[in-house]
């Protein structure tokens, strides 16, 4: 059975040149824009989530740097580093990186959508009788929350949610965003 065309590598790969244009076109605006100008409007931060249920445990850590077009839109990249692990089934290490796009329709509210490409490194407990896993997984979140100063509550969904390869319990994933 051939996989979804958004699970090809081509439309990852496109997605992610897409967004690097997108950002570039944007900062490209006004040529004689100084470096100076330029670092006034990138904001360093990032996100911590937290994931728990039926024996699962998910902690992901995932600094990020945006660069903000104006009050009301940011787009930038991350970094993402996760540890999992299902009680007396398996322990994972994720690592991988994410486009991000911010966008804020009014100051308290935040609508976010995030493409991510992780690579996973699962190993199974030996009792199992099951292989230890290495694959990269794509995720592409869909989120709102709530934005007071720099701090943003919130809840996304991943749209490509994968039960047998997600890293994460849920489709529904609440995060704490923070930006400086």
């Given at each position: 059975?051939?996989?979804?065309?958004?699970?090809?590598?081509?439309?990852?790969?496109?997605?992610?040149?897409?967004?690097?244009?997108?950002?570039?076109?944007?900062?490209?605006?006004?040529?004689?824009?100084?470096?100076?100008?330029?670092?006034?409007?990138?904001?360093?931060?990032?996100?911590?989530?937290?994931?728990?249920?039926?024996?699962?445990?998910?902690?992901?850590?995932?600094?990020?740097?945006v660069y903000q077009f104006s009050n009301d839109f940011a787009m930038g990249l991350g970094l993402n580093?996760?540890?999992?692990?299902?009680?007396?089934?398996?322990?994972?290490?994720?690592?991988?990186?994410?486009?991000?796009?911010?966008?804020?329709?009014?100051?308290?509210?935040?609508?976010?959508?995030?493409?991510?490409?992780?690579?996973?490194?699962?190993?199974?407990?030996?009792?199992?009788?099951?292989?230890?896993?290495?694959?990269?997984?794509?995720?592409?979140?869909?989120?709102?929350?709530?934005?007071?100063?720099?701090?943003?509550?919130?809840?996304?969904?991943?749209?490509?949610?994968d039960e047998n390869k997600s890293i994460y319990a849920d489709p529904w994933i609440p995060f704490i965003?923070?930006?400086?």
């Amino acid at each position: 059975m051939k996989a979804p065309f958004f699970l090809s590598l081509k439309f990852r790969f496109a997605i992610i040149i897409f967004l690097f244009a997108f950002a570039a076109s944007f900062s490209q605006n006004n040529l004689q824009t100084s470096t100076n100008e330029f670092w006034q409007n990138v904001r360093f931060g990032g996100g911590i989530g937290l994931s728990l249920g039926d024996g699962f445990f998910s902690g992901t850590l995932a600094p990020t740097a945006v660069y903000q077009f104006s009050n009301d839109f940011a787009m930038g990249l991350g970094l993402n580093g996760a540890i999992n692990s299902r009680k007396n089934v398996y322990k994972s290490t994720i690592l991988g990186g994410s486009a991000l796009a911010l966008y804020n329709p009014i100051s308290e509210l935040q609508l976010s959508a995030e493409f991510e490409e992780l690579n996973v490194n699962r190993k199974f407990e030996s009792n199992l009788n099951l292989q230890d896993d290495n694959y990269w997984y794509p995720a592409l979140f869909m989120g709102a929350g709530y934005r007071t100063g720099n701090v943003t509550f919130g809840i996304r969904y991943d749209v490509l949610y994968d039960e047998n390869k997600s890293i994460y319990a849920d489709p529904w994933i609440p995060f704490i965003r923070i930006f400086f």
